[in-house]
């Protein structure tokens, strides 16, 4: 189990696998019967992520030397966004109201004030656990990890520059990062399909996302229509050049900000930011053209098919027998992510806030533009823009955070 060589490791196979599971899910979904009963229960988006990561976990396949992820990451991820976007309403998401980003800092607080107290209560146990000198210190590879849970791998990769972490130890700093965010993840999408009876003990006003999620579902309505040839060959040409885009822009972007040494390894200066920043500028623009009818013959639909398969293949990332190889960081990975979860809770009860903006808000801190919009896709395809724009939020403010967080840790570790 977690064997370094899977039964199954060319990735066009793989590919295929996944998009069979996925293809089966929603085949038995529907069915109806005891299958509608079946999904009441086991939201179909927490199997598409699931049923991978146990193939991962059992050594079926891996995600050890494939390139799925990256290719989901940089092609999948943006022209998703693109498609998902270019029908929304840019002012129904402005007006969400306010507890949308009280719950987006709420997460980023559990972050910042997470880390330092699981070192604490750690090292109060297992003192050599938060012990070492220099780029071995334990606190500056935590400070990676908190880089990540606040904006993303960008972030993440700024910290590991700005504290010198020892890059031989890294690797388990990134195997904390990939399985205690996603077993929180298998809890969200969960969370996602039983959020009506979560909200009703949060007693939460649901209106404003009930608000949006109606009006994008009436103007898909509205506009719909028997799909041509040409109109897939809009929808694709459009996704696809925007990503090319995309992936222009963050190459100019990038070599332009790496001549300035003050920006250089800033999250700024990173590829992905910028390829997440275009191809939603674009989907945002084009909703303001004819394009934003291109809905009508399924964009959005063709859009959350490649927001499934981004699900399946960030399930391939998570083998939950690594668990086992660093227990007192994965320790303090867990008290930091459950006390995120505590403050999160707390406070969505205290306000009102709907687990819709919880789980989204945590996203966009824990994993960034790869898995908020993958999660908000999860209560609604047409939701999914909003957990684009906190993680753009989450890419400004994590670097900022992540340096407070890796101080505290400094501080209590000694």
Not at 182 to 188: K, R
Not at 360 to 387: T, Y
């Amino acid at each position: 189990m977690g064997n370094s060589t899977p039964l199954i490791s060319n990735d066009a196979v793989v590919l295929g696998i996944l998009a069979a599971i996925v293809g089966l899910l929603f085949y038995t979904r529907g069915l109806g019967g005891r299958w509608s009963r079946f999904y009441t229960f086991v939201p179909i988006v927490l199997l598409c992520y699931l049923i991978p990561s146990l193939l991962n976990s059992f050594g079926v396949i891996s995600s050890g030397d494939s390139q799925l992820w990256p290719i989901a990451k940089n092609y999948f991820l943006p022209a998703c966004l693109v498609l998902l976007t270019l029908s929304i309403d840019l002012k129904a998401i402005l007006g969400l109201g306010p507890k949308a980003l009280i719950m987006f800092f709420t997460a980023t607080v559990g972050i910042v004030l997470g880390g330092p107290l699981a070192v604490l209560i750690v090292g109060a146990v297992e003192p050599s656990a938060v012990a070492g000198d220099g780029p071995n210190a334990v606190w500056r590879g935590l400070a990676t990890l908190a880089g990540s849970w606040i904006g993303g791998g960008a972030n993440q990769t700024a910290m590991l520059e700005i504290y010198g972490y020892n890059a031989e130890r890294y690797a388990a700093m990134v195997a904390v990062d990939i399985i205690v965010a996603n077993l929180w993840m298998i809890f969200l999408l969960y969370g996602a399909g039983e959020s009506k009876h979560i909200d009703r003990w949060l007693r939460a006003d649901t209106t404003a996302i009930e608000r949006l999620r109606d009006k994008m579902a009436d103007y898909s309505a509205s506009v719909e229509r028997p799909a041509s040839g040409v109109d897939f060959m809009l929808i694709f040409s459009l996704a696809l050049g925007a990503v090319g885009a995309a992936h222009l822009v963050a190459e100019l972007s990038g070599g332009l900000i790496g001549r300035i040494p003050a920006l250089a390894g800033t999250v700024i200066g990173n590829d992905f930011f910028w390829i997440v920043v275009t191809s939603t500028t674009i989907g945002l623009a084009l909703s303001f053209t004819r394009a934003r009818r291109l809905e009508g013959a399924g964009a959005s639909k063709i859009g959350t098919v490649l927001i499934f398969l981004l699900v399946a293949i960030i399930g391939t990332r998570m083998n939950v027998f690594m668990l086992a190889d660093q227990p007192s960081i994965f320790a303090i990975g867990l008290i930091w992510m459950l006390f995120h979860t505590l403050l999160l809770i707390t406070v969505a009860k205290i306000v009102r806030a709907p687990f819709f903006f919880v789980a989204v808000g945590s996203k966009a801190n824990v994993g960034g533009a790869a898995s908020a919009p993958v999660v908000a896709a999860a209560f609604h395809p047409s939701l999914a823009p909003v957990g684009v724009l906190l993680a753009v939020l989450g890419y400004a403010l994590g670097t900022y955070g992540a340096i407070l967080c890796a101080e505290l840790m400094r501080l209590v570790s000694g």
